[in-house]
């Protein structure tokens, strides 16, 4: 490590390119997120299988280069003065994007998520700096191997859900626990430490990424956390903007209603024709009242509830018989 000192005064540009491939796969995939969420497509990539191997995989490579950054920057001595404010710097970033998904989803919030985990595990992973490099590599897969083999419903409580080792995941946006995911740290402080070691390292300082496709991703990795904190506000405040404008939100909203409603009403009825009715007539009321806002709050007001009830009686009415219609229809 000594030997290669230098080299860790400066930054090394295969490290860079591989951030910057990982923040361009990031928005790659939070857009198609958005896509879905606002209604533009009918896909969910949270339910499907590639989709979800692919943001696995985009998490899995910035912590693993969390742990070749430490070994890097601290690997021959601790520089704890900027150890300190890059920790502060990430810690802090999380913060913001815990109260800005609290904001978004008081439900799904992140409150452990890919820049949690970073932080934490820069932490953690200190005290491996020193430790054999077999011993290391030896955790580094008991820690991503063990929730293979050890689940507890206990951990699927949001207070322990960081920890992992859970049998089904709680509620969150990103969640990204200690196991198995500070084993991937662990294996990035390894395989640098091995790097170092074997000469490897200075075969990859000697790249500098100045072909324009590396040096451009070279670029956005270095910018990574700043286009990580961004990218999704614009991404969604620029789609949603558009979906207002196009009237996609409306209409994905109306196909939720009547699949829900028809569904519902196909468990109690059995009727596929009554239902196509009845759903119909009542998404005819709740848009011409606009009577979004009560059907998606959280609590209802007695007064509240009581409409809601008419409106149903009214259409169950007009389903069994189209001509009685209600009388400010007639």
């Known amino acids: 490590m000594t030997a290669l000192s230098p080299t860790t005064r ?3 540009a295969a490290i860079d390119v591989a951030r910057g491939v990982a923040i361009v796969a990031m928005i790659i995939y939070h857009f198609t997120w958005d896509l879905a969420y606002l209604g533009f497509v009918a896909f969910d990539p949270t339910q499907s299988l590639p989709w979800v191997v692919f943001q696995k995989a985009i998490a899995g490579t910035f912590i693993f280069l969390t742990g070749v950054s430490l070994v890097l920057a601290h690997g ?49 992973g200190l005290a491996f700096l020193r430790l054999p490099l077999a011993l290391v590599a030896v955790l580094a897969v008991v820690i991503i191997g063990l929730p293979l083999f050890v689940q507890s419903p206990v951990f699927g409580e949001k207070l322990w859900s960081w920890i992992g080792l859970w049998d089904v995941p709680p509620p969150s946006e990103d969640l990204v626990p200690l196991f198995p995911w500070f084993g991937v740290a662990l294996a990035g402080i390894a395989a640098t430490r091995w790097a170092l070691a074997s000469g490897l390292a200075s075969t ?10 590396g040096a451009l991703l ?3 990795g270095r910018w990574s956390l700043i286009i990580y904190l961004l990218h999704q506000p614009i991404l969604i405040g620029a789609l949603t903007a558009l979906s207002a404008a196009t009237g996609t939100a409306d209409a994905r ?25 009845y759903c119909a007539c009542a998404l005819d009321r709740v848009e011409a009242e606009d009577l979004w806002s009560i059907l998606e709050a959280g609590e209802r007001t007695p007064e509240q509830e009581a409409l809601l009830i008419g409106l149903t009686n009214q259409c169950a009415i007009e389903a069994l018989d189209p001509g009685l219609l209600a009388p400010d229809q007639e």
Not at 92 to 116: D, K, M, P, R, W
Not at 253 to 277: I, K, L, M, N, P
Request: glycine share 8%; net charge positive.
């Open 218 to 220: 070279a670029r956005l």
């Open 204 to 213: 990859m300082a000697r790249y500098r990424a100045e072909e324009t496709i």
């Open 253 to 277: 909203r109306a196909e939720g209603f009547v699949a829900s409603c028809e569904a519902s009403c196909g468990d109690s009825a059995g009727d596929a024709a009554y239902c196509t009715a």
């Open 10 to 12: 400066s930054r090394i």
């Open 76 to 124: 021959a001595a601790i520089r704890w003065p900027a150890f300190w404010r890059r920790f502060a710097f990430i810690a802090g970033a999380a913060l913001l994007v815990t109260i800005g998904t609290f904001a978004f989803s008081s439900q799904t919030f992140v409150y452990f998520g890919v820049l949690h985990a970073i932080a934490a595990f820069g932490l953690m």
